[in-house]
Protein backbone atom coordinates (compact mmCIF):
# COMPACT_ATOMS: atom_id res chain seq x y z
CA UNK A 1 0.00 0.00 0.00
CA UNK A 2 1.45 3.61 -1.05
CA UNK A 3 -0.20 5.09 2.34
CA UNK A 4 1.84 2.08 4.82
CA UNK A 5 4.27 3.57 6.97
CA UNK A 6 7.46 1.58 5.71
CA UNK A 7 6.99 3.21 2.08
CA UNK A 8 5.93 7.06 2.91
CA UNK A 9 9.67 6.36 4.96
CA UNK A 10 11.44 5.51 1.86
CA UNK A 11 9.82 8.16 -0.07
CA UNK A 12 10.56 10.51 2.05
CA UNK A 13 14.20 9.04 2.55
CA UNK A 14 14.88 9.89 -1.48
CA UNK A 15 14.07 13.50 -0.97
CA UNK A 16 17.33 15.83 -0.13
CA UNK A 17 17.45 17.81 2.95
CA UNK A 18 15.58 21.29 2.41
CA UNK A 19 17.30 24.19 4.26
CA UNK A 20 15.17 27.79 4.76
CA UNK A 21 16.92 30.57 6.38
CA UNK A 22 15.39 33.66 7.18
CA UNK A 23 15.14 36.91 5.08
CA UNK A 24 18.54 38.76 4.83
CA UNK A 25 22.24 38.93 3.67
CA UNK A 26 22.25 35.05 4.79
CA UNK A 27 18.92 34.12 2.81
CA UNK A 28 19.57 35.66 -0.10
CA UNK A 29 23.18 33.58 -0.52
CA UNK A 30 21.38 30.38 0.21
CA UNK A 31 18.19 31.15 -2.19
CA UNK A 32 20.84 30.67 -5.05
CA UNK A 33 22.27 27.59 -3.79
CA UNK A 34 20.18 25.10 -6.05
CA UNK A 35 19.51 20.97 -5.66
CA UNK A 36 21.79 20.63 -8.23
CA UNK A 37 24.68 22.51 -7.18
CA UNK A 38 27.72 20.71 -6.34
CA UNK A 39 29.42 21.92 -3.39
CA UNK A 40 32.62 22.97 -3.30
CA UNK A 41 35.74 20.85 -1.77
CA UNK A 42 37.02 22.96 1.02
CA UNK A 43 40.64 23.73 1.16
CA UNK A 44 42.07 21.80 4.20
CA UNK A 45 42.60 25.28 6.41
CA UNK A 46 38.60 25.97 6.23
CA UNK A 47 37.70 22.48 7.84
CA UNK A 48 40.46 22.84 10.43
CA UNK A 49 39.47 26.54 10.93
CA UNK A 50 35.94 24.89 12.00
CA UNK A 51 37.26 23.10 14.89
CA UNK A 52 37.60 24.92 18.46
CA UNK A 53 40.66 23.20 19.21
CA UNK A 54 42.35 24.83 16.46
CA UNK A 55 42.65 28.21 18.61
CA UNK A 56 45.17 26.20 20.60
CA UNK A 57 47.38 26.18 18.20
CA UNK A 58 50.09 29.26 17.07
CA UNK A 59 49.34 28.34 13.43
CA UNK A 60 45.52 28.72 13.81
CA UNK A 61 46.01 32.16 15.22
CA UNK A 62 48.58 33.05 12.80
CA UNK A 63 46.31 32.15 9.86
CA UNK A 64 43.52 34.09 11.28
CA UNK A 65 45.43 37.30 11.24
CA UNK A 66 46.55 37.29 7.95
CA UNK A 67 43.24 36.85 6.68
CA UNK A 68 42.48 40.09 8.60
CA UNK A 69 45.46 41.64 6.85
CA UNK A 70 44.19 40.96 3.84
CA UNK A 71 40.67 42.68 4.74
CA UNK A 72 42.70 45.27 6.07
CA UNK A 73 44.49 45.55 3.37
CA UNK A 74 41.21 45.53 0.67
CA UNK A 75 42.06 42.31 -0.84
CA UNK A 76 39.93 41.17 -3.96
CA UNK A 77 37.25 39.01 -2.78
CA UNK A 78 37.77 35.63 -1.84
CA UNK A 79 35.15 32.67 -1.67
CA UNK A 80 38.07 30.60 -0.07
CA UNK A 81 38.86 33.46 2.35
CA UNK A 82 34.82 34.22 3.29
CA UNK A 83 34.58 30.41 3.81
CA UNK A 84 37.76 30.54 6.25
CA UNK A 85 36.56 33.33 7.89
CA UNK A 86 32.64 32.10 8.11
CA UNK A 87 34.40 28.74 9.86
CA UNK A 88 36.61 30.60 12.04
CA UNK A 89 34.30 32.97 13.10
CA UNK A 90 31.79 29.92 14.19
CA UNK A 91 34.55 27.98 15.75
CA UNK A 92 35.24 31.30 18.11
CA UNK A 93 31.82 31.11 19.49
CA UNK A 94 30.62 34.12 16.85
CA UNK A 95 28.32 32.39 14.59
CA UNK A 96 26.31 35.60 13.32
CA UNK A 97 29.97 37.00 12.16
CA UNK A 98 29.86 33.30 10.61
CA UNK A 99 26.32 33.84 8.63
CA UNK A 100 27.76 37.52 7.26
CA UNK A 101 30.97 36.15 5.77
CA UNK A 102 28.88 33.00 4.39
CA UNK A 103 26.75 35.77 2.76
CA UNK A 104 30.00 36.88 1.14
CA UNK A 105 29.35 33.73 -0.64
CA UNK A 106 26.16 34.99 -2.73
CA UNK A 107 28.03 35.08 -6.23
CA UNK A 108 29.39 31.70 -5.32
CA UNK A 109 26.69 28.77 -4.33
CA UNK A 110 28.82 25.75 -4.65
CA UNK A 111 30.88 27.45 -1.64
CA UNK A 112 27.80 28.58 0.64
CA UNK A 113 26.66 24.69 -0.12
CA UNK A 114 29.74 23.12 1.37
CA UNK A 115 29.65 26.13 4.25
CA UNK A 116 25.75 25.91 5.18
CA UNK A 117 26.14 22.51 7.11
CA UNK A 118 28.40 23.95 9.81
CA UNK A 119 26.84 26.88 10.42
CA UNK A 120 23.34 25.17 10.77
CA UNK A 121 24.40 21.28 12.72
CA UNK A 122 27.87 21.88 13.44
CA UNK A 123 29.08 19.72 10.92
CA UNK A 124 30.32 19.29 7.38
CA UNK A 125 27.10 17.17 6.14
CA UNK A 126 23.02 17.30 6.46
CA UNK A 127 23.63 13.77 7.61
CA UNK A 128 24.58 13.40 11.21
CA UNK A 129 25.33 9.73 13.15
CA UNK A 130 23.22 8.34 15.60
CA UNK A 131 24.36 10.31 18.71
CA UNK A 132 26.41 13.14 16.89
CA UNK A 133 27.11 16.42 18.45
CA UNK A 134 24.17 18.86 17.22
CA UNK A 135 26.05 22.69 17.39
CA UNK A 136 24.19 24.90 15.37
CA UNK A 137 24.99 28.75 15.10
CA UNK A 138 22.45 31.42 15.91
CA UNK A 139 20.04 31.57 13.00
CA UNK A 140 21.33 34.79 11.16
CA UNK A 141 20.80 38.71 11.07
CA UNK A 142 18.58 40.56 8.93
CA UNK A 143 21.55 42.68 8.90
CA UNK A 144 24.86 43.19 9.21
CA UNK A 145 26.65 42.25 13.08
CA UNK A 146 27.75 45.45 12.46
CA UNK A 147 24.43 47.33 12.83
CA UNK A 148 23.36 45.11 16.00
CA UNK A 149 23.21 46.50 19.21
CA UNK A 150 24.99 44.92 21.88
CA UNK A 151 24.55 45.68 25.29
CA UNK A 152 20.69 46.25 26.35
CA UNK A 153 20.18 42.43 26.27
CA UNK A 154 17.98 42.92 22.69
CA UNK A 155 17.32 39.84 20.79
CA UNK A 156 15.87 39.94 17.12
CA UNK A 157 13.68 37.22 16.71
CA UNK A 158 14.71 34.78 13.92
CA UNK A 159 14.15 31.03 12.67
CA UNK A 160 15.37 28.46 10.08
CA UNK A 161 14.11 25.40 9.29
CA UNK A 162 15.90 22.58 7.55
CA UNK A 163 13.32 19.92 6.39
CA UNK A 164 13.88 16.24 6.01
CA UNK A 165 17.36 15.35 7.56
CA UNK A 166 18.44 11.72 8.73
CA UNK A 167 19.63 11.67 11.99
CA UNK A 168 20.70 7.49 12.38
CA UNK A 169 17.86 5.90 11.43
CA UNK A 170 15.46 9.04 11.91
CA UNK A 171 13.83 11.24 9.19
CA UNK A 172 13.26 14.07 11.13
CA UNK A 173 12.68 18.30 10.35
CA UNK A 174 14.35 20.81 12.81
CA UNK A 175 13.39 24.42 13.36
CA UNK A 176 16.23 26.62 15.38
CA UNK A 177 13.98 29.88 16.71
CA UNK A 178 15.71 32.82 18.26
CA UNK A 179 12.59 34.49 20.22
CA UNK A 180 12.42 37.31 22.87
CA UNK A 181 13.37 35.06 26.05
CA UNK A 182 15.38 32.44 24.57
CA UNK A 183 16.23 30.17 22.30
CA UNK A 184 13.77 27.32 21.16
CA UNK A 185 14.95 23.90 18.84
CA UNK A 186 11.86 21.75 17.53
CA UNK A 187 12.71 18.36 16.32
CA UNK A 188 9.50 16.94 14.43
CA UNK A 189 10.05 13.01 13.67
CA UNK A 190 9.05 12.13 10.51
CA UNK A 191 9.88 8.23 9.83
CA UNK A 192 11.97 5.69 10.71
CA UNK A 193 13.21 4.44 14.17
CA UNK A 194 14.63 6.73 17.17
CA UNK A 195 17.61 8.91 17.07
CA UNK A 196 20.02 10.35 19.45
CA UNK A 197 21.90 14.06 19.65
CA UNK A 198 24.17 16.03 21.98
CA UNK A 199 22.86 19.42 21.58
CA UNK A 200 24.74 22.79 22.54
CA UNK A 201 23.13 25.50 22.46
CA UNK A 202 25.20 29.03 20.98
CA UNK A 203 24.99 31.96 23.63
CA UNK A 204 24.74 35.43 22.10
CA UNK A 205 27.34 37.83 22.84
CA UNK A 206 24.92 39.65 25.19
CA UNK A 207 23.09 37.26 27.04
CA UNK A 208 23.92 34.35 29.46
CA UNK A 209 21.53 31.04 30.04
CA UNK A 210 19.00 30.49 32.40
CA UNK A 211 17.36 27.66 31.98
CA UNK A 212 17.31 24.93 29.40
CA UNK A 213 14.52 22.18 29.01
CA UNK A 214 14.29 19.01 27.29
CA UNK A 215 10.27 18.20 26.49
CA UNK A 216 9.86 20.45 29.57
CA UNK A 217 11.97 18.89 31.54
CA UNK A 218 14.56 21.04 33.26
CA UNK A 219 18.10 19.87 32.73
CA UNK A 220 20.35 20.21 35.79
CA UNK A 221 22.95 22.93 34.39
CA UNK A 222 22.37 25.27 31.53
CA UNK A 223 25.79 25.10 29.71
CA UNK A 224 27.37 22.37 27.90
CA UNK A 225 26.07 19.29 26.27
CA UNK A 226 22.05 18.12 26.60
CA UNK A 227 21.39 14.65 25.21
CA UNK A 228 17.87 14.26 23.53
CA UNK A 229 16.25 11.34 22.30
CA UNK A 230 14.20 11.40 18.82
CA UNK A 231 11.41 8.80 18.70
CA UNK A 232 8.15 8.23 16.90
CA UNK A 233 6.47 7.66 20.18
CA UNK A 234 7.30 11.88 20.38
CA UNK A 235 6.34 13.07 16.80
CA UNK A 236 7.70 16.90 18.24
CA UNK A 237 10.18 16.86 21.11
CA UNK A 238 11.41 20.74 22.23
CA UNK A 239 14.28 21.82 23.62
CA UNK A 240 14.26 25.63 25.19
CA UNK A 241 17.24 27.74 26.58
CA UNK A 242 15.86 30.81 28.51
CA UNK A 243 18.25 33.88 28.09
CA UNK A 244 18.90 36.73 30.64
CA UNK A 245 20.95 40.06 29.56
CA UNK A 246 24.74 39.83 30.84
CA UNK A 247 26.10 43.88 32.16
CA UNK A 248 29.14 43.96 29.55
CA UNK A 249 31.35 46.38 31.26
CA UNK A 250 33.91 46.79 28.58
CA UNK A 251 33.31 49.04 25.34
CA UNK A 252 31.69 47.30 22.76
CA UNK A 253 31.25 50.44 20.02
CA UNK A 254 33.97 50.75 17.23
CA UNK A 255 35.94 54.29 17.24
CA UNK A 256 36.03 56.11 13.89
CA UNK A 257 39.72 55.81 14.24
CA UNK A 258 41.89 54.60 16.46
CA UNK A 259 43.44 57.32 19.09
CA UNK A 260 46.31 58.65 19.69
CA UNK A 261 47.34 56.40 22.53
CA UNK A 262 47.11 53.33 20.91
CA UNK A 263 48.63 55.15 17.59
CA UNK A 264 51.60 55.86 19.78
CA UNK A 265 51.92 52.55 22.29
CA UNK A 266 49.84 49.90 20.45
CA UNK A 267 47.83 47.85 22.43
CA UNK A 268 48.71 45.70 25.50
CA UNK A 269 46.99 41.77 26.02
CA UNK A 270 47.04 41.30 30.04
CA UNK A 271 46.90 38.25 31.25
CA UNK A 272 48.17 35.40 33.87
CA UNK A 273 51.61 34.73 33.95
CA UNK A 274 50.09 30.96 33.34
CA UNK A 275 48.87 32.29 30.26
CA UNK A 276 51.58 34.91 28.95
CA UNK A 277 53.02 32.53 26.34
CA UNK A 278 50.06 30.36 25.62
CA UNK A 279 48.79 30.89 21.43
CA UNK A 280 44.91 32.49 22.88
CA UNK A 281 47.38 35.19 24.31
CA UNK A 282 49.85 35.85 21.65
CA UNK A 283 47.56 35.02 18.93
CA UNK A 284 45.12 37.84 20.14
CA UNK A 285 48.03 39.93 20.33
CA UNK A 286 48.94 39.25 16.18
CA UNK A 287 45.53 39.53 15.62
CA UNK A 288 45.26 43.11 17.19
CA UNK A 289 48.17 44.24 15.38
CA UNK A 290 47.26 42.61 11.91
CA UNK A 291 43.43 44.12 12.40
CA UNK A 292 44.87 47.62 13.26
CA UNK A 293 48.36 48.21 12.03
CA UNK A 294 49.89 49.24 15.58
CA UNK A 295 51.98 47.33 17.55
CA UNK A 296 50.64 44.83 20.48
CA UNK A 297 52.61 42.46 23.29
CA UNK A 298 51.30 40.40 25.82
CA UNK A 299 51.65 41.49 29.15
CA UNK A 300 51.66 39.04 32.24
CA UNK A 301 50.17 40.42 35.24
CA UNK A 302 53.37 40.04 37.49
CA UNK A 303 55.34 41.94 34.73
CA UNK A 304 53.38 45.27 34.67
CA UNK A 305 54.97 48.25 33.95
CA UNK A 306 55.65 50.58 37.06
CA UNK A 307 52.97 53.38 37.55
CA UNK A 308 53.12 56.48 35.31
CA UNK A 309 55.38 55.36 32.72
CA UNK A 310 53.65 55.01 29.24
CA UNK A 311 51.32 52.53 28.21
CA UNK A 312 49.13 51.61 25.30
CA UNK A 313 45.59 50.44 25.82
CA UNK A 314 45.24 47.99 27.57
CA UNK A 315 42.93 44.89 27.49
CA UNK A 316 42.58 42.62 30.68
CA UNK A 317 42.16 39.21 30.09
CA UNK A 318 43.96 38.13 33.34
CA UNK A 319 40.99 37.73 36.21
CA UNK A 320 37.16 37.15 35.80
CA UNK A 321 34.66 34.88 34.71
CA UNK A 322 33.53 36.62 31.55
CA UNK A 323 37.06 36.02 30.04
CA UNK A 324 35.68 33.90 27.21
CA UNK A 325 32.58 36.12 26.08
CA UNK A 326 35.09 39.61 26.26
CA UNK A 327 37.12 37.47 23.63
CA UNK A 328 34.37 36.98 21.67
CA UNK A 329 33.33 40.20 21.79
CA UNK A 330 36.97 41.60 21.05
CA UNK A 331 37.55 39.42 17.91
CA UNK A 332 34.55 40.53 16.79
CA UNK A 333 34.89 44.15 17.10
CA UNK A 334 38.38 43.40 15.09
CA UNK A 335 37.03 41.62 12.58
CA UNK A 336 34.52 44.51 11.45
CA UNK A 337 37.51 47.22 12.00
CA UNK A 338 39.28 45.29 9.49
CA UNK A 339 36.65 44.85 7.26
CA UNK A 340 36.20 48.77 7.49
CA UNK A 341 39.77 50.23 7.04
Not at 223 to 250: N, T
Request: net charge negative.
Amino acid sequence: MLDSPTVIAVLLALLPAQLSLPAGPAGSAWAKVEPSTSAAELPARCSAAAHPRHWDSEQGWRAWAERLGELRAGAAPDPARSAELALSALSQGRGEDAWNHFASLSGHPEWAKSVAPYLVVGGPSFTLEDGALFAPALPPLSVSPSERVLGTGRLEPREWWLRGIEIGKARVDIQFAVENTGLKLVFHHLGGGDARLRVVFPEPLDMEFGSVYVDWEREPQAGGEHEVLIAPEVPILEVFASLKPVQRRWPTALPPELDARAKERGFEVLVSDADASKPRATGLALALSAATGVPARVLPASKLPAAGEPRGIALEFAHGAERARKLRGVLSALEQYAQVR
